[in-house]
């Protein structure tokens, strides 16, 4: 099985065909630019392609782009010499040295400041490193990968990134979709996540109960795989061993679908001037008729105790 397979859950068409190019390109020295929303895979995959490339017992050295401050990031990078310039106490090589041989993973890469952007382009064209205070520049052999969850075009076209940088990263570009646009991963992906966790801590694997499969399935993850895998920790410590139901799950995934399965009918309903009572009255009959009269199984659908709904049936005087 390769290092993708192993990695990346999910069969949907949609992540398949990324991984096919990621695996085309893993043995080639070419500069990727992976985008997509937050916690769709990127630096996942950015290790993946390293791992099944010829650099895979090399370095892979990840710089976090919106994590350096402005002042540090040409020698963060670079390096420098002793000297340099004022604080500069001793000898750095920069992090491009050190993934000489292997593979630069620039996270962020939107956020590069655009004085430290002319300089990394004029790496990638030559494959030359020079320090601050460096006499002359030296030769590395870096494979760059880089990431972004910006429009990295617009952001090139209004000026905030290199256009000419951003067409050197992305030689290939590889987009990873949201969550949301990979048909039949949700599932999947839950089912992995709370065996993997119940395995980590030790706990016997919750189960879904249909109602809540079908809201997890319909829920839009806007916070992509990491949402969902922090999601099944939290319910394999709640529910060791236990079914989850709809009543269980987190209320923003409850209200979403609540709101996403509003009958457009009912909306339609509210346009001629249905009263709270009217649908009220309404509901109780419907799951009268659907329990064919049995007032238990009405009130369990309605989510009400048999009390209230003999009370709101005498209240409304509804007979089915
Ligand atoms: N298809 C997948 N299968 C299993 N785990 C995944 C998958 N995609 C992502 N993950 C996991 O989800 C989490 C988030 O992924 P990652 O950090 O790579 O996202 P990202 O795109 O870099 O996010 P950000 O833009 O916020 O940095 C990680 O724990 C990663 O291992
Ligand atoms: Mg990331």
New binding site residues.
């Given amino acids: 099985m390769s290092t993708f397979q192993n990695?990346?859950?999910?069969s949907s068409p949609q992540?398949t065909s990324v991984i096919r190019s990621a695996k085309v390109v893993a043995s080639t020295d070419v500069t990727i630019l992976i985008s997509?929303e937050?916690?769709?895979?990127?630096?996942?995959l950015a290790s993946a392609i390293h791992k099944e490339s010829r650099r895979a017992n090399e370095p892979l050295i990840t710089i976090n782009c919106s994590a350096i401050p402005e002042s540090l990031a040409e020698s963060e990078l670079f390096g420098h010499r002793k000297g340099s310039f004022t604080g500069s106490t001793s000898d750095y090589d920069g992090l491009i040295k050190a993934a000489d041989g292997g593979t630069l993973f620039l996270?962020e890469v939107g956020e590069l400041p655009l004085s430290v952007q002319a300089k990394l382009l004029r790496f990638l064209e030559t494959g030359e490193r020079q320090g601050l205070g460096e006499p002359s520049p030296s030769k590395v052999d870096v494979r760059v990968i880089s990431?972004t969850?910006r429009d990295l075009y617009t952001e090139a076209q209004e000026g905030r990134f290199r256009e000419d940088l951003y067409y050197r990263l992305q030689v290939v570009p590889v987009e990873?979709p949201p969550l949301r646009n990979r048909s039949g991963d949700i599932p999947i992906?839950l089912n992995a996540m709370i065996e993997r966790f119940s395995g980590l801590h030790n706990f016997a694997p919750p189960s879904f109960k249909k109602s809540a499969m079908k809201a997890l399935d319909q829920h839009k993850w806007p916070g992509n795989?990491?949402e969902l895998?922090n999601f099944c920790e939290r319910m394999v410590i709640l529910f060791n061993g236990k079914e989850i139901g709809f009543e269980n799950l987190p209320l923003e995934i409850r209200n979403s679908h609540v709101k996403n399965n509003f009958p457009a009918k009912i909306a339609d309903l509210l346009d001629l001037g249905l009263s709270l009572a009217d649908f009220e009255i309404e509901l109780i009959q419907s799951a009268l008729r659907k329990t064919n009269g049995n007032q238990t199984k009405a009130a369990r659908l309605l989510g009400l105790t048999r009390d209230t709904l003999l009370y709101r049936i005498k209240k409304h005087a509804i007979s089915i």
Wanted: charged letters at 30%.
């Fill in positions: 990695d990346f859950i999910g992540l997509g937050s916690g769709t895979g990127k630096e996942l996270d990431a969850n990873l992906l795989v990491r895998r």
